[in-house]
C-alpha cells in the first residue's frame, strides 16, 4: 500500500515538472528580441572580408525605376522619355512684292481672259464693210462683256463716228482708235489712290464690306500686303465674328507680314471689334487699321443695318478715309445690284473687283463705275499672296484688246 502510494506521488511530481518545462518554453518565445547593441563611433571601420564568397562587381548599369520588365522573363525595356516640347519657332515675315508696275506685270494673265472682248472688236471693225448688222454684233459683243446699255451705246456712237472720218482702216488705226474710246469709258480722270493717310492724325480707317463669298477676308489679308510693300504699318480687325475661322484666317494674314490682329470671341458684336481694332490701331502709332466684315446678303434688311451700325461706331474714333466694296467680277449684272444696296447702306468710297483672271468680262469695270459713280481701285488676278493690283486704266485697256 506504501508502495502505491509513492508511485502516485512520483508521478505527479514527474507532471508537474513537464508542465512547467512547457509553460517556460512558450513564454520564451513570446518575449521581444533584445534591441540590437548600439554601433561603436570610435571604432575603426571593418575591413571588408575579401573571400572565395566575395562577389566580383559587375560593370552592367543599374536598373532604376524608369524600367520595366517585359512579360515571359524578357530584358528590360527602358522607358522613353518625353520628347522636350520648345517654343514654337517665330513666324517668318514675308517681304511682299512691290505694288508699282503690278498690274502691268499680271497684264498676260489678265489678257488670257479678256482677249475675247478686245479681239472680237477688232475683228468686227475689220471687216471691209461696216453695215447695220456688223454695228449690232459690236452692241451684242459689248453688252455679252457687262459693259451695260449706257456705256455701249456711247461707245458704239464714238466708234462709228470716228470710222466714217477715218476712213481707211488699218489694224494699227483701229486698235488705237478702239483703245482710246475704251479709256474714255473706263476713266483716266478718276483718283484711284486707297485713302489711308488722314488729314489729322494716325491711323487711316479703311473698312472692308461685301456679299458672301466675294473673297473679303482673302481680300483684306492681301491689302495689308499691298500696304506693307508701300511701307505702312498695319492692324487688322476681324469684324467678321460671324464666319467659323474667319479671324484665324485673317490673323494668319497678318502674321505674314507682321501686321497684328485684333480679334474678338465667335459670335460676338462685330461693331466692339471694329471700335477696339481702331482703338489699338491709334495706341501702336499704326499708320492704317483694315477691319473685315462679315459677309451678308444684300437682300437682308437686318443685317445691313448691323453693317450701319459697324461704321457708325467707328467713327466715334474717328470718320472712316475709305470703304471698300469687294464685287465678285464673274457676277456681271447681279454684283451691280448688290453694289445699290450697299452703296444705300455705307458711302462706297472705292470697288474691288476680284476674279478677274478668269471668266470674268472687263466690262464691269465700266458698268460699275457708271453705276456707283467710285473708281476700281483694286484688282484680283489670281490666288497668290500678290496677285492684288492697284488698277491701272491703261494697263487694263491694253490687256483687253492685245497688243
Known amino acids: 500500500m506504501d508502495i502505491l502510494i ?9 507532471l508537474g515538472a513537464l508542465g512547467g518545462l512547457i509553460v517556460g518554453s512558450r513564454r520564451k518565445k513570446q518575449l ?22 566575395a562577389e566580383t562587381p559587375r560593370d552592367e548599369p543599374r536598373r532604376t525605376i524608369e524600367e520595366v520588365d517585359l512579360p515571359g522573363g524578357g530584358a528590360p525595356t527602358a522607358v522613353e522619355e518625353p520628347p522636350v516640347v520648345e517654343g514654337l519657332p517665330p513666324v517668318e515675315i514675308e517681304v511682299p512684292e512691290p505694288t508699282a508696275g503690278r498690274l502691268i506685270r499680271l497684264r498676260a494673265r489678265l489678257s488670257r481672259s479678256q482677249n475675247a472682248l478686245g479681239k ?6 475689220s471687216r471691209e464693210h461696216l453695215d447695220e448688222d456688223t454695228w449690232e454684233e459690236i452692241e451684242d459683243t459689248l453688252l455679252t462683256a457687262d459693259v451695260g446699255v449706257l456705256p455701249t451705246q456711247e461707245l458704239v456712237d464714238g466708234l462709228r463716228e470716228r470710222v466714217k472720218v477715218l476712213g481707211t482702216r488699218t489694224p494699227e488705226e483701229l486698235r488705237g482708235l478702239l483703245r482710246e474710246e475704251l479709256l474714255k469709258l473706263v476713266g483716266t480722270d478718276f483718283d484711284r489712290t486707297v485713302r489711308t493717310e488722314p488729314e489729322t492724325s494716325k491711323p487711316g480707317i479703311v473698312m472692308v464690306v461685301g456679299v458672301n463669298g466675294t473673297g473679303k ?25 460671324f464666319r467659323a475661322a474667319a479671324a484665324d484666317q485673317l490673323q494668319t494674314w497678318g502674321e505674314r507680314v507682321g501686321a497684328y490682329t485684333v480679334r474678338g470671341p465667335e459670335g460676338g458684336d462685330p461693331a466692339s471689334v471694329a471700335f477696339d481694332a481702331v482703338k489699338e490701331g491709334k495706341e501702336m502709332g499704326s499708320d492704317v ?25 467707328v467713327e466715334k474714333h474717328a470718320p472712316l478715309d475709305e ?24 458711302d462706297i468710297t472705292g470697288i474691288v473687283l476680284t476674279k478677274l483672271d478668269g ?27 500678290d496677285d492684288l493690283a492697284p488698277f491701272e486704266p491703261e494697263a487694263f485697256v491694253d490687256a483687253l484688246i492685245g497688243e
Not at 509513492?6 to 514527474?14: E, S, Y
Not at 473685315?292 to 453693317?307: N, W
Not at 464691269?364 to 488676278?381: D, F, T, Y
Open 120 to 125: 472680237g472688236l477688232l475683228t468686227l471693225l
Open 323 to 346: 470703304i471698300l466694296l469687294v464685287l465678285d467680277a464673274t457676277t456681271g449684272q447681279n454684283g451691280l445690284v448688290q453694289a445699290r444696296v450697299f452703296a444705300e447702306v455705307v
Open 6 to 14: 509513492l508511485a502516485v506521488v512520483i508521478a505527479v511530481v514527474v
Open 289 to 313: 487699321v483694315l477691319i473685315d466684315t462679315a459677309g451678308r446678303l444684300h437682300t437682308k434688311t437686318g443685317l445691313m443695318d448691323e453693317l450701319g451700325k459697324v461704321k457708325r461706331v
Open 359 to 385: 471668266t470674268a468680262k472687263g466690262g464691269i469695270v465700266i458698268a460699275v463705275q457708271r453705276e456707283l459713280g467710285v473708281p476700281v481701285k483694286l484688282v484680283g488676278l489670281g490666288e497668290g499672296a
Open 217 to 241: 477676308t482673302t481680300t483684306t489679308g492681301k491689302l495689308a500686303r499691298v500696304l506693307v510693300a508701300d511701307g505702312r504699318s498695319v492692324v487688322l480687325g476681324a469684324a467678321d465674328t
Open 32 to 53: 521581444p528580441p533584445p534591441p540590437p547593441a548600439a554601433p561603436d563611433i570610435t571604432a575603426p571601420p571593418a575591413e571588408p572580408h575579401v573571400g572565395d564568397e
